[in-house]
C-alpha cells in the first residue's frame, strides 16, 4: 500500500515537473522567436541603411565626378587659351598677366585632383599601378616640377638619394610622386628662409624587399605642439583663422597618408614651431637584383681630388656624400677665400666646383686670385647654376650644371671635364622641337570655345585639324575621307564618344582602324577605363597640355 502511494505520488511529480518544464520551455520558444522577430527586423534597417549608405557614396561620387566635369570644362579653355597667347609675342607685362592666369587655372585644378582623390580614398577606391621604376628619375622629375616655385621664393631645394639603394625598384611612381610633390609643395608653401631636403636613404635590404626611408625636412614656421597630432586629418590645417596666410585645401596630407598606407608603409611628422618640420614614411618596395657593372666613370672619378665652395650647409653636406660616393676625394669649403687659402694642403687637385653665386660675388683680389689658381694648374672649373638661370655658352673652359643636380647629369659634366673636354659645351636639356607628321587629325567636340582651344593648341604645333560636333557627324566624315588621328570628346550631344567609337571599331578602313584618343573632361580612373574599354587607344584629361598632344601624336606616329 505505501509502496503503490509512493509511486503514485512520483508519477504525479513527475507529471507536475513536466508540465512546468513544457511551460518554460514555451516561453523560451515565445522570447526566442521575440528576439529573432526583432533581429530580422534589425537586420532589414541595417541592409536599408547600408544601401542608403552606398546610394549616398555613389551619388556623391557622381556629384565630383559631374562637378570636375563641369570645372575642367571652361578651365581647357582657360589654360589652353593662355597657352596659345605664350605664342603671340607678348609684351613683358602681358606675359606676366598670362602666366598668372595661366598658374591660376593649374591650382584651380590640383584642387579639383586633391577632392577627386580624396573622394576615392574615403570610397576605398583607390589602387596601386605597380611596375619597376628608376628612383633618381623619378625624384628628379619632382624636384624639377617644384624647383622654380623654391626659386621664387628664395630658398633652396636639394635631394640626395643613397647610393646603397637597388637601380630597379617596383612601385607606383604616380602615387610616389604624388606623396613626393604633396610633401615638398607642402614644405616649400611653409617655408620663407632657408631650405627644403628630400633626403632617401636605405634603412634596410631583404632578399626580394628594400625598406626606404623618404625624408622632406624643411627650416620652415613648423607645426605647434597641439596641432601636429591632427595634420593628416581631413580638412585639417595649421593656421585655420579666417585671416590665413596659406592656401589649400587641407586634403594634401590626408591623401599623402592614404596613400603610404596603401603601399603598407608608415607616415609620420616631427617639428619644432619657429625652426622647420621633418616628415617622414617608410615603405617597403620589391627590387630586382641586378649584376653589378662597374660603369664607366668608376675607374675615372676613383682617388681624383676634387675641391667645392657652396655657401648652403646642407647642399655641402650632401653634395659631399653623393661626391664620395662617386670615388672622388672630397674638399669643401663655404667660400671661394677659403676654397683658396686651403689648396695648398691638397695635394693635387683635378677639379674645382663652385656654386655660381660665390662666383659672381667676388672682390677684385678674390677673383684675381682664383683666376690665377686655375690657370695655374689648368684645373677644369664647373659652376653650379640656378635651375632657372642660362648658362653663358661664350665661356670656355666653364661647365655647367643646375640644381638641384640630377645624378646622371652630374657624372655626365664630371667626366666631360675630366677627360678633357671643356670646349665642348654640355648637351642642352631644353626639348625637342616636334616636327609636324604627315597626319589627317578630326576633333569632335561640342563646347565651341573649347574647339577653339584645341585647333590653336594643334595649330601652334603644325597641324590643321577638321571639328564635329558629335559622334554622328564624326561616322559621316568618315564615310567621305579617312583619318589618322581622332580626338574624341566623351560627352556629345546626338552620339556621345564612346558609342561613336563602338561604331568605328565595327566598320572597316582601307589604311586600318583609326588611333581614337579620348580627349575628355572625365577624369577619374573608372573614365579612362571606360574610354579603353570602347575601343580607343589613349586618353587625355582636360584641361590639355600642348605637351601632352605632343606627347600622344609621338607615342602612336612614331615613324610618321
Not at 275 to 285: C, H, I
Not at 448 to 458: D, I, M
Amino acid at each position: 500500500m505505501d509502496e503503490d502511494r509512493v509511486s503514485t505520488l512520483t508519477k504525479h511529480q513527475i507529471e507536475k515537473l513536466l508540465l512546468k518544464k513544457a511551460d518554460h520551455f514555451e516561453r523560451l520558444t515565445k522570447d526566442l522567436s521575440e528576439k529573432n522577430a526583432e533581429l530580422r527586423e534589425t537586420q532589414k534597417q541595417l541592409i536599408a541603411e547600408k544601401e542608403i549608405a552606398e546610394s549616398a557614396t555613389k551619388a556623391k561620387a557622381m556629384f565630383l565626378a559631374n562637378m570636375s566635369h563641369e570645372i575642367r570644362t571652361p578651365m581647357n579653355a582657360v589654360i589652353g587659351m593662355t597657352e596659345i597667347l605664350k605664342e603671340t609675342n607678348p609684351s613683358k607685362e602681358q606675359l606676366t598677366f598670362i602666366e598668372t592666369i595661366h598658374k591660376s587655372g593649374y591650382d584651380l585644378v590640383h584642387i579639383i585632383n586633391d577632392i577627386l582623390d580624396y573622394s576615392k580614398v574615403e570610397s576605398g577606391k583607390m589602387e596601386l599601378e605597380v611596375q619597376p621604376i628608376n628612383l633618381h628619375e623619378l625624384v628628379s622629375e619632382t624636384a624639377n616640377l617644384l624647383v622654380l616655385k623654391a626659386e621664387e621664393k628664395n630658398i633652396e631645394l636639394i635631394y640626395y638619394i643613397d647610393e646603397e639603394i637597388p637601380p630597379v625598384l617596383h612601385a607606383d611612381p604616380t602615387r610616389l610622386k604624388q606623396i613626393l610633390v604633396n610633401l615638398v609643395n607642402n614644405a616649400i608653401k611653409f617655408t620663407s628662409v632657408g631650405e627644403v631636403v628630400i633626403e632617401i636613404t636605405l634603412e634596410k635590404k631583404l632578399a626580394s624587399e628594400a625598406i626606404i626611408n623618404f625624408k622632406v625636412i624643411d627650416t620652415g614656421i613648423g607645426i605647434p605642439e597641439n596641432k601636429i597630432n591632427h595634420i593628416f586629418d581631413s580638412f585639417s590645417q595649421v593656421d585655420a583663422s579666417t585671416t590665413r596666410n596659406y592656401g589649400g585645401t587641407g586634403l594634401g596630407l590626408t591623401i599623402t597618408k592614404s596613400l603610404v598606407e596603401l603601399m603598407s608603409g608608415e607616415v609620420s611628422v616631427t617639428s619644432t614651431t619657429g625652426e622647420g618640420s621633418t616628415f617622414k614614411f617608410v615603405v617597403g618596395l620589391p627590387y630586382t637584383a641586378s649584376i653589378s657593372k662597374s660603369p664607366r666613370h668608376a675607374s675615372l672619378f676613383k682617388n681624383k681630388t676634387l675641391l667645392f665652395a657652396d655657401q648652403n650647409a646642407s647642399h655641402r653636406k650632401y653634395l659631399r656624400k653623393k661626391l664620395q660616393s662617386l670615388g672622388f676625394n672630397v674638399n669643401a669649403f663655404q667660400t671661394i677665400e677659403e676654397l683658396i687659402a686651403n689648396i695648398k694642403a691638397v695635394p693635387a687637385v683635378d677639379l674645382i666646383l663652385v656654386e655660381d653665386f660665390l662666383l659672381g660675388n667676388m672682390t677684385d683680389s678674390v677673383k684675381e686670385g682664383f683666376e690665377q689658381l686655375l690657370k695655374t694648374g689648368q684645373i677644369p672649373l664647373i659652376k653650379m647654376l640656378p635651375f632657372g638661370k642660362v648658362p653663358d655658352l661664350k665661356k670656355v673652359n666653364s661647365l655647367s650644371i643646375k640644381r638641384p643636380l640630377k645624378r646622371e647629369n652630374l657624372i655626365s659634366v664630371l667626366t666631360t671635364a675630366l677627360e678633357g673636354n671643356s670646349k665642348k659645351s654640355p648637351k642642352s636639356s631644353a626639348k625637342k622641337t616636334h616636327e609636324p607628321k604627315d597626319i589627317s587629325v578630326l576633333l569632335a567636340e561640342d563646347n565651341k570655345t573649347n574647339q577653339l582651344v584645341a585647333k590653336g593648341l594643334l595649330k601652334s604645333i603644325g597641324y590643321q585639324i577638321e571639328i564635329v560636333d558629335n559622334g554622328v557627324d564624326v561616322i559621316s566624315k568618315l564615310d567621305e575621307k579617312y583619318y589618322d588621328l581622332i580626338l574624341m570628346d566623351v560627352q556629345m550631344p546626338v552620339l556621345d564618344g564612346l558609342e561613336a567609337t563602338q561604331k568605328i571599331r565595327d566598320l572597316e578602313f582601307k589604311p586600318g582602324q583609326p588611333i581614337i584618343i579620348a580627349m575628355t573632361a572625365n577624369a577619374m580612373e573608372e573614365d579612362r577605363d571606360r574610354c579603353i574599354e570602347a575601343g580607343m587607344n589613349d586618353y587625355l584629361s582636360k584641361p590639355v597640355k600642348r605637351d601632352e598632344i605632343i606627347e600622344k601624336i609621338e607615342k602612336w606616329f612614331p615613324d610618321n
